[in-house]
Nanobody, 130 residues
Framework: QLELVESGGGLVQTGESLTLSCAAS???????????LGWFRQGSGKGREFVAA??????????KYDDSVKGRFTVSRDNAKEILYLQMNNLKPEDTAVYYC??????????????????WGQGTRVTVSS
């Protein structure tokens, strides 16, 4: 099993920045570098939604973003340290949510659907005050 642990959430004001991290550990059938990785979020009373994704090594690290965060958020990965990042700039109150990282063993690209991910972290809360 691959374990994912998010960190870096917190309370910030509108316009400020945060960087989320997702550390991987445990056994995996594939190297971390080959995994497709993604970030999702779930606001209060809402379903979980796609935020950003980054493909594995074979894809050249292709990235995808939801339109709501494009230009403000940047997803990146450090394969040597087995960490996924989400740099969030110019945060808005509507970004308030629990943020989850996910890893796809089956899909090595930057994929956007929940069912495409095999492993999930427990989430880290981000609150943006107005």
């Amino acid at each position: 099993q691959l374990e994912l642990v998010e960190s870096g959430g917190g309370l910030v004001q509108t316009g400020e920045s945060l960087t989320l991290s997702c550390a991987a550990s445990g056994r995996s059938f594939d190297s971390f570098g080959s995994l497709g990785l993604g970030w999702f979020r779930q606001g209060s009373g809402k379903g979980r939604e796609f935020v950003a994704a980054i493909g594995g090594s074979w894809s050249g690290g292709v990235t995808k973003y939801d339109d709501s965060v494009k230009g403000r958020f940047t997803v990146s990965r450090d394969n040597a340290k087995e960490i996924l990042y989400l740099q969030m700039n110019n945060l808005k109150p509507e970004d308030t949510a629990v943020y989850y990282c996910a890893a796809s063993q089956q899909f090595g690209g930057a994929v956007k659907m929940e069912y495409q991910y095999s492993y999930w972290g427990q989430g880290t809360r981000v609150t943006v005050s107005s």
